[in-house]
Structure formats: structure tokens, C-alpha cells
């Protein structure tokens, strides 16, 4: 268990800082997260929030620690005729790294899935090569259920998109 407390808080756009444009326009913080052929901008992040307040199937999380924000959790896509959803997640704040915040966030947003949003599964992607988020999915009950071949390009290299999944109803067992 981690020494920090971890909270997360549904996003507004009050949140939206040169900091968290910082974290998106880091290579090292972007390098697993889906790319963007334009540089992100404090506008662009504020519309970003604006969208998913707005949306009934997409729920962004804000992940603080401290009070500092470090990171964002979101449930998206949420399917109601299934009760199903995927994750997405990142700590931006590099200090943040290796501490266990995003294995904290995952089974608050877990709990969160199962309580607030009635959901029976929840699925996460992870692209290969990026050990520490197969590491955290692991650890929180999450089984690979599938690999998409050679489904994305990083670094000019084809790898393949790994699906993770964990039906909620066993992590509360």
C-alpha cells in the first residue's frame, strides 16, 4: 500500500493548467497514450473536459495526491445494456512515477465503477511495450484477455494492442 493519499475528483475545467498541458506534450508521458498530430494547449484541454462533463458515457477523473493533481482516470464509453466500460489512465506528473498512484486511482475507479455507475466489467487497453501499465492492471485483478497483432505504430515500430479485462463482481470476492 502506498504512504500518499490519493483522491479522485471528477474533473472541471478550473483543473486545466500549463502543468497538465506539460504532461501531454511530454514524450516520455505520451509515449503509450494515443497520438495527436497537434500540440495540446490549454484550450484544447479545457475543451477536452468540457466534452466529457457534457457526456452521459464518459467520466473523467482527476487523480490528486496531496491535493496536487497528478494524473487523470477515466471510465469511458460506459455501455449500459451490458453494464461495461474501458479505462484509461496517466500519471503525468513524472515525480509521481513507480509510487503506486495509478494502482491506488485503478481500485478507487473500480469501486467507483461498481457504486456510482452500476457497471459488471470494466476493460483497459495497454500498447506493448509499456510494462509498468500491464504491471498495474495485473496487480489490480485485471487478466489480459486479448492481443490485437502488430495494431499500433510507436517509435516507427508496429506493435501489438493488448487487451486487459476484470469483471467487477470477482474483485469484490
Not at 12 to 21: E, F, G, L, R
Amino acid at each position: 500500500m502506498i504512504d500518499l493519499w490519493v483522491k479522485l475528483r471528477e474533473l472541471n475545467t478550473t483543473d486545466a493548467s500549463s502543468i497538465y498541458v506539460g504532461w501531454l506534450n511530454d514524450p516520455d508521458v505520451n509515449k503509450y497514450l494515443e497520438p495527436s498530430d497537434n500540440p495540446h494547449t490549454l484550450d484544447t484541454i479545457t475543451n477536452y473536459i468540457k466534452v466529457n462533463k457534457r457526456s452521459k458515457h464518459n467520466y473523467l477523473y482527476g487523480i490528486f495526491v496531496e491535493d496536487i493533481h497528478v494524473g487523470n482516470i477515466k471510465i469511458g464509453d460506459v455501455n449500459k445494456n451490458h453494464d461495461t466500460a474501458e479505462i484509461g489512465y496517466l500519471i503525468g506528473n513524472k515525480d509521481y512515477w513507480g509510487k503506486g498512484i495509478a494502482s491506488e486511482a485503478i481500485r478507487q475507479i473500480i469501486k467507483l465503477s461498481i457504486h456510482k455507475y452500476g457497471l459488471a466489467k470494466i476493460s483497459a487497453g495497454v500498447y506493448e511495450g509499456n510494462i509498468a501499465s500491464e504491471r498495474v492492471l495485473r496487480k489490480c485483478g485485471f487478466s489480459q484477455e486479448g492481443r490485437r497483432k502488430s495494431h499500433v505504430q510507436i517509435d516507427g515500430k508496429r506493435r501489438d494492442y493488448i487487451l486487459y479485462g476484470s469483471v467487477l463482481k470477482e474483485y469484490l470476492q
